[in-house]
């Protein structure tokens, strides 16, 4: 298990509070020991804001429960789910050291309006930080829900220093599905975390899927529900509530909440797109000779702890439209943030439109003294690329059957067998055969060929033949 250390120097780096950061340590965990259960992996598929943000998109909000659609409907059981997690917990203890107590675990069984049974289940965990009561994982299980596209086999963001040397992966809604769901659920219930996930998918531009499979999917969503698909100005009967509910549901996620109204601002251009048009995108801001774009799903650069902190508050400021107040040569400047990129003398430069000045500047990384989100939004004028440039590109998972399904390839752990009993697994050496998996430095751009599920890259050089500090890839494609 991480120590108390780790979890401090995160919630800094983020801006978060500690115990969120513990929790995203523990709902990582959680999910590897789910996947690594020979019942449960084939049969169970991730879905939800969590999912968005383990499996797509690190600079999304932090979420906090684990959703997962159920395609074996027999797993609504309480006696098989309490004999299920204690294996699953026996299993994490020995993996890491985090403990889950089987006897603080809790799964109510009931009907959904749907007439259908559905569970809320609560997992308590001790970890580095646990206050008093011990802090607990909510499980949102249901087995009536429409799966529309086949479940993709994905790797989670997971960035702690004790996470199992092949990766976790999960079996996983579609990148498409997951956006639908998201949009299906706004109109729906119009919760202040709908609106947010929405507009901040669809702000991901080389993310977007196609609008009219996005349509599609959607379609099938909502008829599924009984319900219309939404469409510009139908929510508006809800925006009030929505905008006093705001801050109560989201600043606890997020190091920063914008307001709510530049989300709402944002609904029209989105249901347009929805519809078939076409939205005007602005071009990328030219690169210098010798440069390169940096878009790490998670940054390591060869810089000072400090320094990655600033650009972490400056990426979730790009990707939630606001600007930052930048504390550059012992003086501050507004600024709209744009661009990470590598220079060919090996800095580190932030390219951003300085507000007072109305000008495009750039700023050495390593030189910066401060970076504080500000609530002033902005309208893009160049391209965001300080978001990683898409979700992991991923592989469609076969269904199988709850019997005899192994591990997902490249796993570094064997899976909890099936039985009465906690099982007891053992560590194994990594896998000498199955697919090979190539990532791409994010740094100077090269392939490498893997036989593990890890972005954790070993020293290589550049195309150019000169040593690359880069560490982290990541993932482009699989190979038999």
Not at 289 to 311: D, K, Y
Request: with cysteine.
């Amino acid at each position: 298990m991480i120590g108390k250390r780790e979890v401090l120097d995160m919630a800094v780096s983020t801006g978060l509070n500690p115990h969120i950061i513990e929790k995203d340590y523990a709902l990582g965990w959680a999910l590897a020991g789910i996947f690594a259960h020979e019942a449960l992996a084939p049969a169970w598929v991730f879905k939800g804001g969590t999912c968005l943000k383990k499996c797509y998109f690190e600079t999304y909000r932090f979420s906090e429960d684990l959703d997962f659609t159920l395609l074996d409907e027999s797993h609504l059981d309480g006696a098989f789910l309490a004999r299920c997690f204690a294996e699953i917990a026996d299993w994490i203890y020995e993996q890491s050291g985090l403990e889950f107590p089987a006897d603080s675990q809790d799964f109510d069984i009931y009907e959904n309006p749907r007439g259908k049974l559905s569970c809320q289940g609560k997992l308590s965990y001790r970890g580095p930080v646990s206050p008093r009561p011990l802090p607990r994982i909510k499980l949102d299980l249901t087995a009536d829900e429409r799966v529309v596209l086949a479940p993709v086999r994905v790797p989670i963001f997971h960035p702690y220093s004790d996470a199992p040397e092949g990766g976790i992966a999960v079996q996983a809604y579609a990148y498409e599905e997951a956006f639908a769901e998201k949009v299906r659920a706004l109109a729906e219930r119009t919760r202040p975390r709908d609106l947010y996930d929405v507009v901040n998918l669809y702000r991901n531009v080389e993310a977007r899927p196609a609008a009219a499979v996005m349509r599609d999917v959607l379609e099938q969503k909502c008829a599924f529900k009984g319900i219309a698909v939404p469409q510009n100005g139908r929510l508006d009967g809800h925006r009030t509530d929505l905008e006093a509910a705001w801050r109560g549901m989201l600043a606890h996620q997020l190091p920063a909440l914008p307001p709510a109204e530049s989300f709402w601002q944002a609904l029209p251009e989105f249901f347009a797109w929805l519809e078939g048009a076409v939205p005007e995108t602005p071009a990328s801001y030219a690169l210098s000779a010798g440069e390169a774009l940096i878009r790490e799903r998670t940054l390591r650069l060869p810089l000072r702890s400090v320094a990655h902190s600033h650009l972490e508050i400056t990426r979730f400021a790009a990707a939630n439209r606001l600007c930052v107040a930048l504390e550059y040569q012992n003086s501050t400047r507004t600024i709209e943030p744009y661009s990470l990129r590598r220079t060919q003398d090996n800095n580190f430069v932030l390219h951003a439109w300085n507000v007072e000045k109305n000008e495009h500047r750039s700023y050495r990384v390593d030189r910066i003294q401060g970076a504080r989100i500000t609530d002033h939004t902005f309208t893009p004028r160049y391209a965001v690329e300080l978001t990683p440039s898409g979700p992991l590109p991923v592989r469609e998972t076969e269904r199988q059957s709850s019997s005899g399904f192994g591990s997902w390839s490249g796993s570094p752990t064997r899976p909890i067998a099936r039985s009465a009993g906690p099982a007891r697994p053992r560590r194994t050496g990594r896998p000498s055969l199955g697919p090979t998996y190539v990532y791409q430095c994010g740094m100077c751009g090269k392939k490498l060929s893997k036989k593990t599920m890890s972005g954790v890259l070993r020293k290589h050089k550049a195309p150019g033949g000169y040593p690359c500090s880069g560490r982290t890839g990541f993932f482009v494609n699989t190979r038999s």
